[in-house]
Each structure stands twice: as structure tokens, then as C-alpha cells.
T-cell receptor
């Protein structure tokens, strides 16, 4: 059974810091991995999607890497801003339609 | 990006009543829709997967008679919580995928509170 874990569970940093959020999964036979952002009481916004054959994806200040063999992905946020404050979720997909979500990292960036 | 509209955003109801939540894909045809449940400060748990025109597939432990899912068209799926009880209070989120898309697009969620 696939289990997805995110570390740290919560993070509070001053504005401007570079951040690394971690995601690990127990079954490496994934189809893809996706990072999402969730604001309080809201739905999810897709940030980055990495196919199993890819090593990383970049979008603006965000960079996600994937090491499938070791069951790890990281989300790198450069020059963090207060607007980045949210919960970040990673999710893995196998050769089905299902996404299995991680436990999330609650990020707070203060001015 | 694609837009998924979920309605209502918040509902408060009395125990024993039924509540319907709608999920619409506004600018694409959603061949597959998913319903998730989220408890406070917890991650999303998949409840069921629905494909247009066919019966939903429920995850283990999810009561299909309690959580009725209908996906009658390529743009609309509904989740009906029947005879709601306080333990059904939760945040419900739908998501949708189109014909060829890899990404899932999520609705804004529905906070259900059962008194």
C-alpha cells in the first residue's frame, strides 16, 4: 500500500528565505507526482507535475525534483513571500486514475 | 487553466437531512471526476471515482448508500450525503480530469456542518 509522507509538517520562515519541502513515498512504481497548494478552506491549485521519466520541473520561483528510485521529491521555493503561505501537498499517481496525497506541509512566511 | 466550480461552498444542515453538492467543469469535458474528503489539518482521502454515464467506484470503507454520486453528463457530477449525521461534517472537494489531461483540476470545496 502506497504511503506518502511530507516533512516538515509545518514551517514558519521570514520573507526572502529559500525553502525545501520534502515528500517521500513507499512504492516507487509511480506514474507521476504532482505538487499542489491549498489555501485555508479552499480547494487545491496544481503547481507542478513531474512524469515518472522526468527529474524536475520548474515554474517561476518553484522547482520540483523527483528521484523515483529512492521514493523522494522535493519542492524548492526561492525567495519566499508572504503570499506563499499555504499548505503544500504532494500526490502520487500509479497506473490508475487515483491520486494518493501526502500529509501536507503548512507553510507560513512572515514579513 | 481549466476551471472546476463546486457549489455550495458552505452548508449547515440538521441531522437526518440530505445534502447535495455539485461539481461542474466549466470549460472542458470531464470524463472522470473524483470526490475527496478532508478532515481539519489532514490530507485528502479519496472517497470515490466517477466516470460519465457509469456507476461510481467507491473506496474501501466508504458507504455507497450514504454518499450517492451521480455523473450524468461530461460537465456535472453530484455528491449527495444522505441522512447526514454530525460525523459526516467535513470538507468535501471534487476534482476533474479531461480526455487527455494528466492534471487534476479541483473545485473550491464544500464545508459541510451537520448539527
Amino acid at each position: 500500500k502506497q504511503e506518502v509522507t511530507q516533512i516538515p509538517a509545518a514551517l514558519s520562515v521570514p520573507e526572502g528565505e529559500n525553502l525545501v519541502l520534502n515528500c517521500s513515498f513507499t512504492d516507487s512504481a509511480i506514474y507521476n507526482l504532482q505538487w499542489f497548494r491549498q489555501d485555508p478552506g479552499k480547494g487545491l491549485t496544481s503547481l507542478l507535475l513531474i512524469q515518472s521519466s522526468q527529474r524536475e520541473q520548474t515554474s517561476g520561483r518553484l522547482n520540483a525534483s523527483l528521484d523515483k528510485s529512492s521514493g523522494r521529491s522535493t519542492l524548492y521555493i526561492a525567495a519566499s513571500q508572504p503570499g506563499d503561505s499555504a499548505t503544500y501537498l504532494c500526490a502520487v499517481r500509479h497506473n490508475t486514475d487515483k491520486l494518493i496525497f501526502g500529509t501536507g506541509t503548512r507553510l507560513q512566511v512572515f514579513p | 487553466g481549466a476551471v472546476v466550480s463546486q457549489h455550495p461552498s458552505r452548508v449547515i444542515c440538521k441531522s437526518g437531512t440530505s445534502v447535495k453538492i455539485e461539481c461542474r467543469s466549466l470549460d472542458f469535458q470531464a470524463t472522470t471526476m473524483f470526490w475527496y474528503r478532508q478532515f481539519p489539518k489532514k490530507s485528502l482521502m479519496l472517497m470515490a471515482t466517477s466516470n460519465e454515464g457509469s456507476k461510481a467506484t467507491y473506496e474501501q470503507g466508504v458507504e455507497k448508500d450514504k454518499f450517492l454520486i451521480n455523473h450524468a453528463s461530461l460537465t456535472l457530477s453530484t455528491l449527495t450525503v444522505t441522512s447526514a449525521h454530525p460525523e459526516d461534517s467535513s470538507f468535501y472537494i471534487c476534482s476533474a480530469r479531461g480526455w487527455t489531461g494528466e492534471k487534476l483540476f479541483f473545485g473550491s470545496g464544500t464545508q459541510l456542518s451537520v448539527l
